[in-house]
Each structure stands twice: as C-alpha cells, then as structure tokens.
C-alpha cells in the first residue's frame, strides 16, 4: 500500500516565482495537511484541506493557497516567491478513526529553494 | 503556541536511557510523537488521547499529564535505530479532532556504539 506521495522531490526557483506542489493522499484518508519546515526546525502548519475546502489554516500569508480534489489529492501553491520561503514541505493525509482522533501520515516533503 | 521541548539534543550510549520532555501553554486534547530521520519524512511513534495515558511502542514509552499539558517521551535500552529527531505534536482543545498539529523545535537523539 503506497504511502503519501509527493512531487517534485526538490525544485529551484527564483524571487517572484510561483510554484506548485502536489500530494497523494494515503489510501483511505480523506484529509491532507500541509507543512512548512525550515532547516533545524519543527514543520509548522501552513492550512488542512477535508470534503474540498480549507478547515484550518496555520499563520501563513495569502501567498500560499490551496485545492483538494474529488480523489483527496492536493495541491499547495506559493506565489511571489521569497527568499524565506525556501524549506521542505511536507504533505500528511490522515482520517478520524474510531479513536476520534486524526494520525497524521506524512510524505517524504518536496525540497524548495529559491534563489 | 509552540509546545516547548527539552533537551534540545542528546547523546547516548547503545543501552542507555533517555527522557525527552514537551510542555504547552495550551489545553490539550492529544499529544502525537514523531521520530525523523535526516532527509526523510516524519515517522509517527505513538498518540496520547487522555490524561495520565501511557502508551508503548517497544521499548519506547510515553505519558500524558493534562493538567500540566505536559507529555513525556521515554527511551529504554536505546539502540542505534533510535537517533534522529523527535518531535510532539500537540493538538489544542477545541481544535475539533482535526489533527491541526503544532509541533515542538524537536530534540535531537544521537546513539553511539
């Protein structure tokens, strides 16, 4: 059974760019979170997508949007790229099990730079 | 808020012990502990949903007290497999079980022969 899948593995942009980045969902997970994690640090939370809709959204600039489609799949897009916005970004798909509690999946993160 | 974790990093012997802490100023529905290796994704190690719980994932342990909003991670009998950096993740009260995680800076293990 095939994790969280993510693409690119690693992309180099330059300021003012735009970018998007794509996550597969675990099999039988039907939300997908988005993280930003800079080197050396915890990732924090960029938004949650559940049912095709934004849930939650963490501290993060309009700059970065979102889409979750009919399959669950995702997508994160950065506009006006940054300097400061290069780090690893990390997708979890996860789902309410009988617990009620949502255990995250993470993918293996797509590495942006931008120059 | 950013749960607060400590130590920052440690180093081990194969067999020894470790204690890696995680406190918030929030009130806490769960605790999630995750181990991360160098370039590779977050691998989930266990969740804590209740207050006092603790759960075991081979040698590893973990607590939860509510009222402080504190967790604690214990390693027993480390082994080498076990460097890496670990990370809690704590989803606040009224969060609505979404698992919106806020993690901790991450506490750096690193186990020698």
């Known amino acids: 059974d095939a994790g969280v899948t993510q693409s690119p593995t690693h992309l180099i942009k330059t300021r003012g760019q735009q970018v998007t980045l794509r996550c597969s969902p675990k099999s039988g997970h039907d939300t997908v979170s988005w993280y930003q994690q800079a080197l050396g640090q915890g990732p924090q939370f960029i938004f949650q997508?559940?049912?095709?809709?934004?849930?939650q959204r963490g501290n993060f600039p309009d700059r970065f949007s979102g889409h979750q489609f009919p399959n669950y799949s995702s997508e994160l897009n950065v506009n006006a790229l940054l300097l400061g916005d290069s780090a690893l970004y990390l997708c979890?798909?996860?789902?309410?099990?009988?617990?009620?509690?949502?255990?995250?999946?993470f993918g293996a993160g797509s590495r942006l730079t931008v120059l | 808020q950013q749960p607060v974790q400590s130590p920052q990093a440690v180093i081990l012997r194969e067999g020894e012990d470790a204690v890696i802490n995680c406190s918030s100023s929030k009130a806490l529905y769960s605790v999630h502990w995750y181990r991360q290796k160098h370039g590779e994704a977050p691998v989930f190690l266990m969740i804590l949903l209740k207050g006092g719980e603790q759960k075991g994932h081979d040698k590893i342990s973990a607590s939860f007290n509510e009222k402080k909003q504190q967790s604690s991670l214990y390693l027993t009998a480390s082994q080498l497999s076990y460097s890496g950096t670990y990370f809690c993740g704590t989803e606040e009260k009224g969060s609505g079980n979404t698992g919106k995680l806020i993690f901790g800076q991450g506490t750096t293990l690193q186990v020698k022969p």
């Open positions: 997508y559940y049912e095709e809709e934004e849930r």
């Open positions: 979890a798909s996860s789902f309410l099990n009988s617990f009620r509690a949502n255990v995250l999946t």
